[in-house]
T-cell receptor, first 113, second 115 residues
Framework: NAGVTQTPKFRILKIGQSMTLQCTQD?????MYWYRQDPGMGLKLIYY???????DKGEVPNGYNVSRSTTEDFPLRLELAAPSQTSVYFC????????????FGNGTRLTVT | AQKITQTQPGMFVQEKEAVTLDCTYD???????LFWYKQPSSGEMIFLIY??????QNATEGRYSLNFQKARKSANLVISASQLGDSAMYFC????????????FGKGTKLTVNP
């Protein structure tokens, strides 16, 4: 029972490079989310999706893009990486039942130098 | 807008004792859920317990209980009989019913259990 799977686990980028963080879930959840966690801080929402083909901005969307072509996958794209994007990124999903908990992936630790 | 406040950056407790981690929230909505997550040093986010705004009884899950005081807008986590493995960051979070069901997090409390 895989749950939410994120790849890669670690990545180092140079300033200006681009990359895609992958996220897939096997629980048939409608809702998916991308959060970032800076050192010593709580999680901040980057983007979210309420179903395939539907995405919307969260609290800190600048510098990121997402797409949701299938129920299972919700990749996060970083364009022109900046040191401010050094963070741990978490993908999460939740069911269509209201107020259900979020299930998180294990995170991707990204360093931009 | 929702807001979660955790005023204790760090807490210490002796093994086998109980500890309360504070959480206050702010929302004008009537339908919402409150969640606690544990983040050990390995980094994963582990769901612990949930309380709905209309639930009359406090939620319990094993050694975890949620002390829900709606009028005070507080949702404190109580861990009974602390274990060394409880040492971790603990995050309180809130979700409003309907719409995107986004989860808003507090800044967390770092709990250290001493032997």
């Amino acid at each position: 029972n895989a749950g939410v799977t994120q790849t890669p686990k670690f990545r180092i980028l140079k300033i200006g490079q681009s990359m895609t963080l992958q996220c897939t879930q096997d629980m048939n959840h409608n809702y998916m989310y991308w959060y970032r966690q800076d050192p010593g801080m709580g999680l901040k929402l980057i983007y979210y999706s309420v179903g395939a083909g539907i995405t919307d901005k969260g609290e800190v969307p600048n510098g990121y893009n997402v797409s949701r072509s299938t129920t299972e996958d919700f990749p996060l794209r970083l364009e022109l990486a900046a040191p401010s994007q050094t963070s741990v990124y978490f993908c999460a999903s939740s069911s269509q039942f209201t107020l259900s908990p979020l299930h998180f992936g294990n995170g991707t630790r990204l360093t931009v130098t | 807008a929702q807001k979660i406040t955790q005023t204790q950056p760090g807490m210490f407790v002796q093994e086998k004792e109980a500890v309360t981690l504070d959480c206050t929230y702010d929302t004008s909505d009537q339908s919402y859920g409150l969640f606690w997550y544990k983040q050990p040093s390995s980094g994963e986010m582990i769901f612990l317990i949930y309380q709905g705004s209309y639930d009359e009884q406090n939620a319990t899950e094993g050694r975890y209980s949620l002390n829900f005081q709606k009028a005070r807008k507080s949702a404190n986590l109580v861990i009974s009989a602390s274990q060394l493995g409880d040492s971790a960051m603990y995050f309180c979070a809130m979700k409003l019913q309907g719409g995107s069901e986004k989860l808003v997090f507090g800044k967390g409390t770092k709990l250290t259990v001493n032997p």
